[in-house]
């Protein structure tokens, strides 16, 4: 799997973006997908999931009400729309595939296939 994350730039506190993360395959369904951020000088943190076959997602409590994370299966294509942005907000954003078991993972060591990440950058 093969996978292209897009949709990061420079927004104001309290704005709004959407990343998106297009995957390569024709099994896109069988991947449980995530988004992990990585700001500098820190660790890569777990963001949000979703399920291969979608269903009730799972947020890192920093993110909760403010982000949701979505997939499109048809189109391969996984998204984090994030509203209410924040300062804090501002990193490398990656998506991530591992296959789906029914199971949420928020270690990164979990995730098999990661995307090139794409900066968000919040300011104040």
């Known amino acids: 799997v093969q996978l292209q994350a897009s949709g990061g730039g420079l927004v104001q506190a309290g704005g709004s973006l959407r990343l998106s993360c297009a995957a390569s395959?024709?099994?896109?369904?069988?991947?449980?997908m995530a988004w992990f951020r990585q700001a500098p000088g820190k660790e890569r943190e777990f963001v949000a999931a979703?399920?291969?076959?979608?269903?009730?997602?799972y947020y890192a409590d920093s993110v909760k009400g403010r982000f949701t994370i979505s997939r499109d299966n048809a189109k391969n294509t996984v998204y984090l729309q994030m509203n209410n942005l924040k300062p804090e907000d501002t990193a490398a954003y990656f998506c991530?595939?591992?296959?789906?078991?029914?199971?949420?993972?928020?270690?990164?060591?979990?995730?098999?296939?990661w995307g090139q990440g794409t900066e968000v950058t919040v300011s104040s």
């Open positions: 395959g024709r099994t896109f369904s069988t991947y449980a």
């Open positions: 991530a595939a591992r296959p789906a078991n029914g199971i949420y993972y928020t270690a990164s060591r979990r995730y098999d296939y």
């Open positions: 979703i399920r291969g076959s979608g269903g009730e997602p």
